[in-house]
């Protein structure tokens, strides 16, 4: 069965970091092109980063290529997003996704399944 589960956040300070895990489950994990988004309260989910199974590593906020960091490991099938230098406006649930193909893709139309996301908290 083809399965999602996040872990990492939590409440942090400004300045803080977290790091976020995404393990999947189910699928041949070298083809599969694993992306998080996030989503704040009131507002739109957007995409931060997609890792495909070649390597690549893609960005779609340029605000934030600075402090967030994609990668995979794939002996144990898990892609991580580690967030530096969080601040307030991070606050939001992060969700790990598969796309429906093999290549990165910053669409939520692209996706073929959601993990069902871990709340990132950033406060004084």
């Known amino acids: 069965q083809f399965q999602i589960a996040e872990s990492g956040g939590g409440l942090v300070q400004p300045g803080g970091s977290l790091r976020l895990s995404c393990a999947v489950s189910g699928i041949t994990f070298h083809w599969a092109a694993v992306a998080w988004f996030r989503q704040a309260a009131g507002k739109e989910r957007e995409a931060i980063a997609c890792?495909?199974?070649?390597?690549?590593?893609?960005n779609y906020i340029d605000s934030l290529k600075a402090r967030f960091t994609i990668s995979r490991d794939a002996t144990t099938n898990t892609v991580w997003l580690q967030l530096n230098n969080l601040n307030p406006e991070d606050t939001a649930v992060y969700h790990c996704?598969?796309?429906?193909?093999?290549?990165?893709?910053?669409?939520?139309?692209?996706?073929?399944?959601w993990g069902r996301g871990t709340q990132v908290t950033v406060v004084s």
């Open positions: 890792s495909n199974g070649s390597g690549g590593a893609f």
């Open positions: 996704a598969v796309m429906t193909v093999s290549r990165c893709s910053g669409s939520t139309f692209d996706v073929s399944l």
